[in-house]
């Protein structure tokens, strides 16, 4: 139901986004941001000759996902969580959330899919993933209380018990996995970055991919850069422990082809119900 007035339209906040308003104001962090560039020119030539070679599809937000959980795990110390106010909690896997946006009672509402143990899964499984949080029949258990009474509490009683929910390091690992990843980049052209409320120790926003001239060895030539936002919780992290991790990210995209090859039998998952694949950047949905 809306209201109407000459200069503009009165209309009822979904009710859905009420969960998305809880989280962000349950997560106050002391956030540091680094923004980069990555030439992604060798891992977009891999992606490609790989969807030809196998017919299956592969995001490059799902490849790029692939370093990020590679990097954590050599060091998780980037993911840890506090653990009261004296200790923290360092994770073992990398649970990876994505948010992906599925339509809900005539909504588009985004919601987090959990990629669990990102780090021992293939770029192609990883997609595979992706692609069934976003087409699959069923919403994650994250999306449950969407779908119940759960969104007609007053807000301090939900918050409330999401703050006792997620206290708990192993607990808030299995609802909302360990670190983020999501996309900006698909919704505009030229170059950007993408910066968003950090709700995580560490996660990444994939920005635009442009074309532009870079040097390479002696010469000039056209590459493919894409841009990545990192953010870090600096209760945590400290600036050069996040420095040295957003190095050795870059490194480990740029030098793909030594680190991961991408062999035919690299998927293990089926992925023969997802077969129109996307624009390489449009994997996942903004976290808002």
Request: net charge neutral; aromatic share 8%; charged share 25%.
């Amino acid at each position: 139901m809306s209201e109407r007035d000459n200069d503009f339209t009165v209309v009822k906040l979904p009710r859905f986004q009420r969960q998305m308003i809880d989280w962000l104001d349950l997560n106050t962090r002391h956030p540091v941001f680094i923004v980069c560039e990555v030439d992604v020119t060798e891992a977009r030539q891999l992606i490609r000759d790989f969807r030809n070679r196998t017919g299956r599809p592969l995001s490059l937000t799902a490849y790029i996902t692939s370093f990020f959980a590679s990097a954590i795990a050599e060091n998780r110390m980037v993911q840890a969580y506090k653990a009261g106010r004296r200790k923290i909690a360092i994770f073992e896997d990398v649970d990876v959330a994505m948010v992906v946006e599925r339509d809900i009672q005539g909504f588009k509402i985004p919601l987090p899919a959990v990629v669990r143990s990102a780090e021992r899964l293939s770029p192609a499984d990883i997609d595979a993933e992706i692609r069934l949080a976003r087409h699959g029949d069923t919403p994650q258990a994250w999306a449950q209380p969407l779908l119940g009474p759960w969104l007609l509490l007053p807000s301090i009683v939900r918050r409330f018990v999401l703050r006792r929910l997620l206290a708990n390091p192993r607990r808030r690992k299995k609802i909302t996995g360990t670190t983020m990843v999501s996309a900006a980049g698909m919704f505009g052209h030229g170059a950007g970055w993408g910066i968003t409320p950090p709700s995580y120790t560490i996660s990444l926003v994939t920005g635009s991919l442009i074309r532009k001239p870079c040097v390479v060895g002696d010469g000039i030539e056209p590459r493919e850069i894409l841009g990545l936002t990192i953010a870090f919780d600096h209760d945590i992290v400290d600036g050069a422990v996040g420095a040295r991790f957003a190095q050795r990210f870059k490194e480990m995209i740029e030098d793909c082809r030594t680190l991961r090859p991408l062999d035919d039998d690299s998927a293990q998952a089926s992925t023969a119900a997802f077969e129109n694949v996307e624009d390489d950047t449009s994997a996942v949905a903004p976290a808002l």
